[in-house]
């Protein structure tokens, strides 16, 4: 349903969006996952053709979306960030209003006009001023016009935000309604969102794809990695080389009153084998392991390792201007830093 190959924007040399390619097939709901200032909204604009690329392309139905907009806009529905709404005139109006900026006939739009309130729920407000309705309701007729021309695709960026609890769960549940007849992508920041509405999840950091799955897909590839919490009763430096000489990577290590809380993680399988020769490896140097725990990877731990250097230093603004990320020349962040999965190894085991 839609083709995005290698798309890249540059904002002087600073790419926000970075060689992404991906593809999005009929009838899901798919959730851009990422971090403030990933490229979500960026790319969300790119894709419906509010913005310009700097390279790559775009397709939607097989339409380019630079060559043959009007073909390619007409299967999109689109939300933006901040609902353009006009604060004057009231939903009926300003449905209306985009009705026939989107070319819909006078009778038809009049149907899809009502379906569309129907479906949002919005009826009860529709002679209301826009500037007097709640965040909750005007993110409603956002939606509600993305809804007009009956596109195929629907294109919501971070519906959600600034919605309290009972409004988000409502929107929620709206947009699984218009999963049942659409194709649904949905950006957020908010991983529990993500994965309550979504199919397939697309984790986006820096400009970057960094994954594409289901839930349980990531979710199960990560618990292959084996986590292991101990506590030995050494200093660090002596903990680490033991566990070093295991073959064990250390994910974390802290030393208190002569403990070391250590976490480390393998791609080995054999759970209750590493654990049997780490216990007698301490126990040969004279060491004691005062814990040892296993632990499973959840999808909170996948999202924050593949996100964790945007939060750790959020390059663009920490970075001097000359070794800024570019599109050509850019590292991804995750590839500098030997404890976060490399996202290209995902990608290889995930075969995409
Ligand atoms: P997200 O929607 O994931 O929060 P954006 O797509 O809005 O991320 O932004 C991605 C990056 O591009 C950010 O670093 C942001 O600061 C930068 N950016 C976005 N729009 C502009 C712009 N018009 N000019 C310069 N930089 C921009
Ligand atoms: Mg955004």
């Known amino acids: 349903m839609i083709e995005v190959r290698n798309l890249t924007k540059l904002y002087g040399d600073h790419a926000a969006v970075s060689d992404l390619s991906f593809n999005i097939e009929k009838g899901q709901i798919y959730g851009f996952l990422g971090p403030n200032g990933a490229g979500k909204s960026t790319t969300m604009n790119i894709m419906t053709g509010c913005l310009a690329a700097t390279s790559g392309e775009v397709k939607i139905g097989g339409y380019d979306i630079v060559e043959e907009p009007q073909k390619a806009k007409k299967l999109i529905g689109y939300l933006p960030e901040l609902p353009p709404l006009y604060p004057d005139q009231t939903p009926k109006e300003y449905l209306e209003f985009v009705a026939e900026a989107k070319g819909v006939r006078k009778a038809e739009a009049k149907k899809q006009i009502a379906h569309a309130m129907q479906v949002t729920q919005i009826e009860d407000v529709q002679n209301r001023l826009c500037k007097n309705l709640s965040k909750g309701y005007r993110q409603r007729v956002g939606i509600a016009q993305a809804l007009l021309g ?78 292991l919490s101990l506590t030995a009763d050494c200093g660090k430096e002596r903990a680490e080389e033991l566990v070093a000489a295991e073959g064990l990577n250390v994910e974390k290590s802290d030393e208190k009153d002569g403990k070391t809380f250590l976490t480390v993680s393998t791609q080995r399988e054999d759970g209750d084998e590493i654990c049997r020769e780490l216990f007698f490896r301490f126990s040969k140097a004279g060491i004691a392991l005062l814990s040892m725990s296993a632990s499973k990877a959840s999808l909170e731990d996948v999202f924050m390792k593949l996100t964790q250097e945007s939060e750790d230093s959020p390059a663009e603004e920490q970075a001097p201007a000359g070794e800024q990320e570019t599109a050509e020349g850019g590292s991804s962040a995750a590839d500098d830093d030997a404890s976060v999965i490399a996202p290209e190894e995902y990608k290889e085991e995930a075969g995409y």
Not at 152 to 178: C, M, N
Not at 210 to 221: Q, R, Y
């Open 150 to 227: 009956d596109p195929e695709v629907i294109i919501l960026d971070e519906p959600t935000v600034g919605l309290d609890p009972k409004q988000i769960i409502e929107i929620r549940d709206l947009i699984r309604e218009l999963g049942k007849e659409h194709t649904v992508i949905l950006s957020s920041h908010i991983l529990s969102e993500v994965q309550a509405v979504c199919e397939t999840i697309m984790i986006i950091n820096k400009g970057k794809l960094v994954a594409c799955d289901s839930a349980e897909n990531l979710e199960s590839f990560f618990s292959g990695r084996f986590e």
